[in-house]
């Protein structure tokens, strides 16, 4: 586990939503923690190094500026290191799990649109000779995911809508590398300008219209959890009457410890979970208490529920916006 000291914690308490838009961040974020700009580039230069930071860089709403989806197989026993690099060299792939389930290798998608995700996940069915199970999000009630690592479990709160219409086609480059993530240096927006060919100004002002539009879900710093200590993390999938789904994704959003929640495509006859939860904690004890607390909510009694521990991560990377080359 990666030990941080006092002014890393707060770096990745702080700043993992609210980057500055101004030419140069990292000056004004080590004001905020008492450091000088230099030491908040090689602190995250280390942690980013160590596994800790994925990225400083955005998160983008699934389904604006491309297509995205949640994917699984049930992968025998003996394949599972084979059929994970199969589906980790699909450039769209940014997410890849094992756990704890008979669907035990699950992946998130993403491209620039739907054909291309459609062709996408078709190859992976090919190269991998397996049954996927296509489970896209039909509404989102907490995407961020950016929760702070010190203190109690909080609330995230429900994610508000998002305003697809300010989207214009330039966007796509902008927010793809924006999912990549910023390049560590004293003026990333320039330096981000100057490979889209576009001003400073520009570029500033166009990822200000998207946070505030919900397109950008969150620009900060985007931190990797398991290196951290939260190992104990599990995806938790609800069986819900269609007319009592909203009411328990806006309860579950809101309740302390629950750090991603979203309704998903149902697959009868194989798959009948249409709400999912994430869980993250330092150990399994504290994932369940937290999901015991949630079986109380009154939006949530009597739901059949799975529990999914997640055992290894295979891939984790920013988002696919555009075409591979």
């Known amino acids: ?28 974020i080590g004001l905020e923690l008492g450091v000088e700009e230099g030491a908040v580039l090689d602190r995250l230069t280390r942690l980013s190094a160590g596994g800790a930071v994925a ?23 003996g394949r599972l290191e084979e059929v994970a690099a199969l589906v980790g060299a699909e450039s769209g792939v940014n997410h890849s799990y094992q756990r704890e389930a008979d669907w035990n290798l699950w992946f998130v998608a993403t491209a620039a649109d739907e054909r291309a995700l459609a062709q996408s996940l078709e190859r992976i069915r090919k190269t991998t000779g397996l049954r996927l199970l296509d489970l896209r999000l039909e509404r989102a009630y907490n995407i961020d995911l950016g929760f702070r690592l010190s203190g109690l479990p909080r609330a995230m709160g429900v994610t508000a809508e998002a ?7 330039d966007d796509r480059p902008l927010l793809h590398a924006l999912s990549q993530g910023f390049v560590l240096v004293p003026t990333p927006y320039a330096a981000l300008a100057d490979r889209l060919g576009r001003t400073e100004g520009q570029v500033l002002s166009r990822i200000g219209l998207l946070v505030s539009a919900g397109i950008i879900t969150r620009l900060g710093v985007i931190v990797r959890h398991r290196p951290l200590g939260w190992t104990a993390n599990a995806m938790v999938v609800w069986d819900l009457p269609e ?30 979970y249409a709400l999912y939860c994430m869980i ?15 079986r109380l ?28 080359a």
């Open 280 to 294: 993250h904690g330092k150990s399994r004890d504290a994932t369940l208490e937290v999901l015991e607390a949630g």
């Open 55 to 77: 990225r400083v860089g955005a998160t983008v709403r699934p389904n604006t500026a491309g297509a995205s989806t949640l994917a699984a197989l049930a992968v025998p026993k």
């Open 243 to 272: 007319a009592r789904i909203d009411a328990a994704g806006q309860a579950l959003a809101g309740h302390a410890g629950v750090t991603l929640c979203y309704r998903r495509r149902r697959v009868p006859g194989v798959w009948p």
């Open 163 to 169: 305003r697809p219409e300010v989207l214009r086609p």
């Open 1 to 28: 586990m990666i030990a941080l000291d006092t002014i890393d914690t707060r770096l990745l308490d702080e700043f993992q939503r609210g980057f500055p838009l101004e030419p140069r961040p990292f000056a004004r």
């Open 297 to 324: 909510l009154p939006a949530l009694q009597g739901a059949a529920l799975r529990v999914l521990f997640s055992t290894r991560c295979f891939k984790q990377s920013g988002a696919r916006l555009v075409e591979a």
